[in-house]
């Protein structure tokens, strides 16, 4: 069974940077489509960017232009690169795999708090 470890999370001002790192056990990384979500309180579950095996990437709208997604196989990692951080980007924030709706267990998340 795969397991996810998210980490990079903190409280940072607005206008700041955050790098999320997330890695998976098990050695079915690499064939699969990763992608990073979040959940602020009170708020549903929504994706924020999905990278493809190959590279190719997806951002939702509210993140184009500030967030970059990553991967590195080798090290069965997925990053996000958070740029020009806006307070309404507050919340829990968790990989697993993307387009699917065939998830494996979610990880403990991490924590990002964007404020002054």
């Known amino acids: 069974q795969v397991q996810l470890v998210e980490s990079g999370g903190g409280l940072v001002q607005p206008g700041g940077s955050l790098r999320l790192s997330c890695t998976a056990s098990?050695?079915?990384?690499?064939?699969?489509?990763m992608g990073w979500y979040r959940q602020a309180p009170g708020k549903q579950r929504d994706v924020v960017a999905h990278?493809?095996?190959?590279?190719?990437?997806n951002y939702a709208d509210s993140v184009k232009g500030r967030f970059t997604i990553s991967r590195d196989n080798a090290k069965n990692t997925v990053y996000l690169q958070m740029n020009s951080l806006k307070p309404e980007d507050t919340a829990v924030y968790y990989c697993n795999r993307g387009y699917t709706n065939s998830k494996w267990p979610w990880g403990q998340g991490t924590q990002v708090t964007v404020s002054s």
């Open positions: 990278i493809t095996p190959g590279g190719s990437t």
């Open positions: 098990g050695n079915i990384f690499s064939s699969n489509a």
